[in-house]
């Protein structure tokens, strides 16, 4: 009778560990600096010195280690590696049953996470997740956000399209994203019942002296005003002489001054700058207290205290803080940085990134897809 009692208790304690340890496969990863375990309580998601969780469904901004950076929406963790889809923000609608390839990836392959602290001024914060220690763990239940599915209806209730919610890291705490219509929205209660009308208005056109914020489509002859943006949200075109405050340019720049180290990787870079973007265009003289900032087209002189933001320029740039061009044909300068993805001419500042260079660079630090040096460098091959 005791034989088969211990036989059965036995049984029972192997049936129960092969339970457990069935249970136990799930896999959870934290980060932690301090100690022997994350901390725990309802928001161990957010990172802090004590340790925090990487959690499924979540939308994290990851840089590499090897300069690349992704939004990553975790899927999994398992095998020691965390399974993710990308996260696009741009030109890709996120449907429900949309199909989409999942990549994997080791933590130690992880610099940093990026977390948006304003919207606005796209400032983000970071942690910088290779200070920590990684440890994965067995655990009953996985760590996960919770995801919403939203369905909109058409005016009809005939049709109807689904999109899934997800939360996003950032630095206040977590936010919520969707896509629609190839864009990406911050859901705060509701979403857009259509797509934007995109029904062009009515085209006006302005010579001699005008002013700005304008209703203007188009300006010939001298503009003035406190900020060179039309009112109407549609287009501007300036030809002849831009003068402007530009007041919101020159807090833009104010903000942008922490960024300056950071963004100059040239694998981050698009191989080929995209003039599809173009919204405005300045011809001739352009003289900003604050600066030009936008989807800007610009052809002359354009000088600028504050910032410089454009699509295109060919002419002469001079700015007070840092010059962000997508393509240049001439000469750029500023006092702290010009980056830009081509460029042909010359770049002067205190660090010239360029990735596809047919020119001259002069600064403290000088970077181009041929080599990295001080003072000078160059490259007349792009």
């Known amino acids: 009778m005791i034989a088969k009692l211990s036989l059965g208790l036995s049984i029972g304690s192997l049936l129960f560990a092969k339970a457990f340890s069935q249970s136990t496969t799930i896999q959870n990863l934290y980060f932690i600096k301090v100690g022997l375990y994350a901390v725990t309580s309802d928001k161990d998601y957010k990172p802090r010195k004590e340790g925090f969780f990487i959690y499924r469904n979540c939308v994290y901004d990851l840089v590499l280690k090897n300069k690349l950076q992704l939004s990553a929406k975790i899927i999994d963790i398992k095998n020691d590696s965390v399974y993710y889809t990308l996260f696009t923000r741009e030109n890709k609608e996120w449907h429900l049953g949309d199909r989409q390839d999942t990549f994997h990836l080791h933590p130690s392959e992880i610099r940093r996470i990026k977390m948006i602290g304003d919207r606005m001024m796209g400032i983000y914060s970071s942690c910088y997740v290779n200070r920590y220690r990684y440890v994965f763990e067995k655990s009953l239940e996985p760590k996960k956000m919770n995801t919403d599915f939203k369905t909109i209806y058409s005016a009809d209730s005939i049709h109807s399209t689904t999109y899934e919610v997800a939360p996003y890291l950032t630095a206040q705490g977590l936010d919520l994203l969707y896509q629609q219509c190839g864009n990406t929205y911050y859901y705060e209660g509701k979403m857009q019942e259509d797509c934007p009308d995109i029904t062009p208005e009515r085209f006006i056109r302005k010579k001699g002296v005008w002013f700005s914020p304008t209703n203007a489509n188009e300006v010939k002859g001298v503009n003035i005003g406190i900020q060179t943006m039309n009112a109407r949200s549609g287009p501007l075109n300036i030809d002849g002489i831009n003068l402007n ?91 702290l940085r010009n980056r830009s993805i081509g460029g042909r001419g010359v770049q002067v500042g205190l660090l010239n990134v360029c990735k596809h260079m047919r020119g001259i660079q002069i600064g403290l630090w000088n970077v181009n897809s041929k080599r990295k040096l001080p003072f000078i460098n160059w490259s007349f091959k792009s």
Request: glycine letters at 12%; zero cysteines.
């Open 245 to 335: 405050a530009d007041i919101l340019s020159l807090f833009l720049g104010i903000m942008a001054l922490p960024q300056v180290p950071f963004n100059n990787s040239l694998v981050n870079m698009p191989d080929a700058p995209d003039t599809s973007t173009i919204f405005n265009k300045i011809t001739g003289l352009s003289l900003s207290a604050g600066g030009l900032a936008g989807s800007n087209e610009t052809n002359g002189v354009s000088i600028n205290g504050g910032i410089f933001l454009a699509v295109e320029t060919k002419g002469v740039v001079l700015t007070g803080s840092q010059n962000i061009i997508d393509d240049f044909r001439g000469a750029v300068f500023s006092i």
